[in-house]
């Protein structure tokens, strides 16, 4: 299950099959000695990172000529340098006019600090959800950090839903059921997706017709100063340990703040009445993982943080498993989608 398992391994192996020999070696330095190394970055001595390379990218000409999906990049906020990756299910062209699909607004894992809209393992995800349930998918691209340490990832998102609401762009005119539409992320996404969806149920009228109904934090990334039972497990696990996510929140964090922060760790920082807006509006939200996750512990403990303070919420936690298996094998993902899909059409059929 840890050091050198079978796990590990195949994970090392899925992962490296997508870049090149050199660059798998960088990506896979010793995650206990080199942390950073481990992510291919490079600790500078004023605290900024070198990025060793480019995690590989699946571009948009790729899906030319495909069956079953239309796909393009769109800019948000060009200042910034931010955007997204819409995926169109071409059966929304077919059902035209009759029928739009619900809207997906998913915000992609790498720890704050690595990865975008394009990475390969990512894009392979976005095209399952988009033809396995199917969904108009919009994939988000934020600032990463450290050069961007959040709260600017979160900004950018909650710009980014603005964005869409304001959007002239024809897909998402024609195509996409903005009155049904839901926040997931993976990892790092799914905390984005949590105080995001927290930010955006405040300003739920700024918003329409934008209409979000759910909320989906899948493998969700939370942390805290204390190891919990599950990142104690993993401390010699050679593919995510809690060594590395150390690094990745040492580096996300604002300048000075601990694990402990309310990014982090939010369980530590409820406010009186913070969710209650959320209830109001008749959220759900889907909590999905893996209990041999390091993080399994902190996704869920904030469930039950969330069903305390009586916020609807639906657990899909399964046995085994590790952090990002979802990503890295393709029953799984297919199974995912599965259990979004069934989330999905309970709440916009009994909504």
Sequence with gaps: MYAGSKADTKRQSKFSSLMADPIAAISFA??????????GLVRNPDGSVTRQFEHP????????????????????????????????PKEALESFPGRKLPLLIYFHSGGFVI?????????????????????????????LAPEHRLPAAYEDCLEALHWIKNSQDEWLEKYADLSNSFLMGSSS?????????????????????????????????????????????ALNDTFIPPC???????????????????????????????????????WKILMAGYEN?????????????????GVPVVTNFVEGGYHGIDMFESAKTKVLCEVVKEFIISFVTTA
Aim: aromatic letters at 8%.
């Design 189 to 233: 996404g799914g905390n984005i997706a949590y105080h995001v969806g927290l930010s955006a149920s405040s300003c739920v009228d700024d918003l329409k017709p934008l209409n979000i109904k759910g909320l989906i934090l899948h493998q969700a990334f939370f942390g805290g100063n204390k190891r919990t039972e599950s990142e104690l497990r």
């Design 115 to 143: 990865c975008s809209v394009a990475t390969t393992g990512f894009d392979d995800f976005h095209r399952a959800l988009a033809t396995e349930v199917p969904f108009v998918v919009v994939s988000i691209e934020h600032r």
């Design 293 to 309: 996750d390091a993080l399994f512990d902190r996704q869920f403990e904030i469930a039950k943080m969330l069903e305390g303070k």
């Design 57 to 88: 990218k699946t571009p948009v000409s790729s899906y030319d000529g495909s069956p079953i999906l239309l796909v393009k990049d769109v800019p948000i906020n060009q200042s910034k340098n931010t955007g997204a990756r819409i995926f169109l």
């Design 30 to 39: 010793d995650p206990h000695a080199d942390p950073y190394g481990h992510m």
């Design 244 to 282: 590395v996510t150390d690094v990745l929140w040492e580096l996300s964090l604002p300048v000075g703040a601990d694990r402990d922060h309310e990014f982090s760790n939010p369980v530590l920082s409820i406010k009186p009445g913070q969710f209650d807006q959320i209830k109001a509006l008749g």
